[in-house]
């Protein structure tokens, strides 16, 4: 489904991805493990095109979007939930919610979506200011589920957040691989990620490194913790 090569990025004169290679296929869950600074998110933000500058190739379904702004690169199917959240505090939790328009069929209807997450069908009406961080995180993965995007991109979407909210969307991104959606899961939190992915990606110094299946990660975990300092 998304095919990288080449990645190359800058943030002004700044270089910051180096030749980036990954995939994902379509229904995997696909994580992005590495130190601060490695450079997850910017790869996260180089395939939605929001970078000052970029090259290399970018894939979606055959469709090379290296050359694409962001508002083509989102109609093509793919949704991202940036760590920031984005949530519109002047606008309700319902308001939000229908905020970004479908772009296909297949989304997740708004029923599944307050079965997943019963705490923002409670607070349809509440200002986002009103919202906590935990909440925050649900509406922005929420309402990047009923555009029908294919692949959703997910930044951090644990950080700071209660261990009971992190289950909560943990059972969402599994709800999500089962309905057929693809992920790529930009996480800190590796005890989260392993119990998720399919396949570990491991960045250093805005290159890939390694690549660990799920299936090798208890003979590999050595490496791992020696890639990420835990």
């Known amino acids: 489904m998304l ?14 991805l180096h030749g980036v290679n990954l995939e994902v296929a379509e229904g995997e869950v696909v994580t992005l493990l590495g130190r601060n600074g490695a450079g997850k998110s910017t790869t996260i933000k180089a395939i939605m095109g929001v970078l000052d500058s970029r090259k290399g190739s970018i894939r979606f379904q055959g469709t090379e979007t290296i050359a694409l702004p962001p508002d083509r690169i989102a109609r093509l199917g793919i949704a991202w939930c940036p760590e920031e959240r984005g949530i519109f505090a002047s606008l309700t939790v319902k308001e939000n919610l229908l905020l970004p328009p479908v772009i296909a069929p297949g989304g997740v ?11 923002l069908k409670e607070r349809l009406s509440s200002q986002g200011t009103k919202l906590s961080g935990g909440e925050q995180q649900m509406l922005a993965i929420a309402r990047i589920m009923r555009t029908g995007a294919k692949l959703l991109l997910l930044d951090e ?9 992190i289950q909560q969307i943990g059972r969402t991104i599994r709800a999500l691989k089962e309905a057929g959606l693809t992920v790529l899961l930009v996480e800190q939190n590796f005890r989260f990620a392993q119990r998720l992915a399919d396949r570990h ?4 110094d805005g290159r890939i490194v390694d690549m660990i299946p799920a299936a090798g990660l208890e003979a590999n975990m050595d490496r791992l913790h020696a890639y990420l300092g835990v």
């Not at 990606?201 to 250093?204: D, F, N, R, S, T």
């Open 3 to 16: 095919h990288v090569r080449g990645l190359e990025a800058w943030y002004g004169e700044s270089h910051v």
């Open 109 to 119: 209807a708004l029923d599944r979506i307050y079965a997943l997450f019963p705490n």
């Open 157 to 165: 979407p644990t950080e700071g957040l209660a261990p009971v909210i």
């Open 201 to 204: 990606y491991v960045m250093e």
